[in-house]
């Protein structure tokens, strides 16, 4: 993966944007080096399937921290992989999250588990909540997913989320679903391959030209 500057350079941005920001040891600055190694590779994973032409350059998958979606992506793996790496309590990965939600308005906590292959488009306001994703998984700006009396999401592979839309409690999304802007699928079941409309009980599910 090429980066948009060299490695030194983003292992410093990330560790003055937490220090200035929170606090970091010594210690800490040394997890946080080897978990962005790691963050690395799940990152470059990810940018390789998609076709956006800003995640390539001259062919090759490409990573730009100044980039406010992918810096996001790269920073929900950071958190992940600090979590992987640290004792308890995680305070170094809440700092990590809390960095992305302050620069991205979007909270992706490092415990709940993304697909390997996400894409997100203007993604401020967003709330990832816990749910079963698929890969291919793809939203935009004032999204949530979440649970409703303790119960979650499961959602397919190849599912976008239009701006606004949101999906709560015990629904199952099938693969290749879009959610229209605004619409609000709540403890009920979509089928593969359709576009919803509306808000629950009273969804307008229609399918897909494939």
Do not use: W
């Not at 894409?119 to 909540?129: I, R």
Request: charged share 25%; hydrophobic share 40%; with cysteine.
């Amino acid at each position: 993966m090429k980066l948009a500057i060299n490695r030194l350079e983003l292992d410093t941005l990330v560790g003055r944007q937490i220090s200035n920001m929170f606090l970091l040891s010594s210690t800490e600055h040394d997890l946080l080096r080897d978990a962005i190694e790691g963050a690395l590779e799940r990152t470059r994973h990810c940018f390789a399937h998609t076709d956006n032409k800003y995640y390539r350059r001259d062919g090759v998958v490409y990573f730009n921290p100044f980039h406010a979606a992918q810096y996001c992506i790269f920073l929900y793996f950071l958190s992940r992989e600090v979590r992987a790496r640290e004792a308890d309590p995680a305070l170094l990965a809440d700092r990590v999250y809390y960095l992305n939600r302050a620069l991205n308005s979007v909270d992706l906590f490092y415990e709940v588990e993304l697909p390997s292959i996400f894409m997100l488009d203007h993604p401020l306001g967003s709330v990832m909540g816990r749910a079963k994703y698929g890969d291919y998984f793809r939203f935009a700006q004032n999204c949530t997913v979440g649970n409703n009396n303790d119960l979650y999401p499961e959602i397919g592979r190849h599912v976008t989320m239009m701006s606004g839309s949101k999906i709560i409690g015990r629904s199952r999304i099938g693969d290749g679903v879009i959610l229209a802007a605004n619409s609000y699928v709540k403890d009920q079941d979509v089928p593969s391959d359709s576009t919803v409309f509306g808000a629950s009980p009273n969804l307008i599910i229609k399918p897909r030209r494939t």
